[in-house]
C-alpha cells in the first residue's frame, strides 16, 4: 500500500468539552454558547456540535486554519471562558469517497 497523501482540504478540529466536577451550565451561559456557535457558523467554520446524551460534555467539529486556532476557537467558548467545562482538541483526518479514503481506498 502506498503512503497516505496529506489532504488539508479533509482536515478538521474537533473540541471536546467536559463539565468540571462541581459545576453546572445555567441558562445564560448555555446562550453565551450558542452565541459563539452561531458567529462560527456565520464564519464557515463550525462543521456540526452537540452535547454527549451519555456523558457530562459536548463536542464541536471546526474547520481551522491550524491546530493553534482551533485552540483559540475553544478558548473563546463560554463554557471554556467561565471554567465550567474544559477542553480537549484533536485533529481529525476524515475518510471519505471524494479522497479515496485518505489514499488507502
Not at 483559540?72 to 479515496?100: H, L, M
Request: glycine share 10%.
Amino acid at each position: 500500500m502506498s503512503e497516505v497523501p496529506s489532504f488539508d482540504e479533509f482536515k478538521r478540529y474537533v473540541i471536546l468539552l467536559n463539565l468540571n466536577p462541581g459545576r453546572r451550565l445555567d441558562e445564560d451561559l448555555i446562550r453565551g454558547h450558542v452565541a459563539h456557535l452561531r458567529e462560527l457558523d456565520r464564519n464557515g467554520q463550525l462543521v456540526i456540535g452537540g452535547p454527549f446524551i451519555d456523558y457530562k460534555g459536548g463536542m464541536v467539529i471546526v474547520k481551522a486554519g491550524s491546530l493553534e486556532e482551533a485552540r483559540e476557537i475553544a478558548e473563546r467558548d463560554p463554557f471554556v471562558k467561565s471554567g465550567a467545562e474544559n477542553y480537549e482538541v484533536r485533529t481529525w483526518a476524515i475518510s471519505c469517497e471524494e479522497n479515496q479514503h485518505l489514499g488507502a481506498g
